[in-house]
Nanobody, 126 residues
Framework: QVQLVESGGGLVEAGGSLRLSCAAS????????VGWFRQAPGKERELIAA????????NYADSVKGRFTISRDNARNTVYLQMDSLKPEDTATYYCAARLSTSPALVTMRGEYNYWGQGTQVTVSS
């Protein structure tokens, strides 16, 4: 079991930066694959970044490659999403999700994630 809490969202102008945090309970967080999702009004929730266990492999949606960076600090039970060069189209509610994993493989399917945070709102003005 793991509980996730996102923070760091807010209002920012286009071109600015935000750093989202996903804090997890438990001392076995290193065994969880983690992903960041976002959902804009009227749209499907989409995976934008993921990090695996062990090897810490990462994957990004094409829309955020080169601008967003996912990282994890297992000692602090926290995963981060650094967002730079933000665009108005990045406006959405951002969620972190986790799945217990025994392999270094990335988890890229929404339905594979077992645990979800409540989300944090990111609004990028033009």
């Amino acid at each position: 079991q793991v509980q996730l809490v996102e923070s760091g969202g807010g209002l920012v102008e286009a071109g600015g930066s935000l750093r989202l945090s996903c804090a997890a309970s438990g001392r076995t967080f290193r065994s969880y694959a983690v992903g960041w999702f976002r959902q804009a009004p009227g749209k499907e929730r989409e995976l934008i970044a993921a990090v695996s266990t062990i090897a810490w492999s990462t994957n990004y949606a094409d829309s955020v490659k080169g601008r967003f960076t996912i990282s994890r600090d297992n000692a602090r039970n926290t995963v981060y999403l650094q967002m730079d060069s933000l665009k108005p189209e990045d406006t959405a509610t951002y969620y972190c999700a986790a799945r217990l994993s025994t392999s270094p493989a990335l988890v890229t399917m929404r339905g594979e994630y077992n645990y979800w945070g409540q989300g944090t709102q990111v609004t990028v003005s033009s």
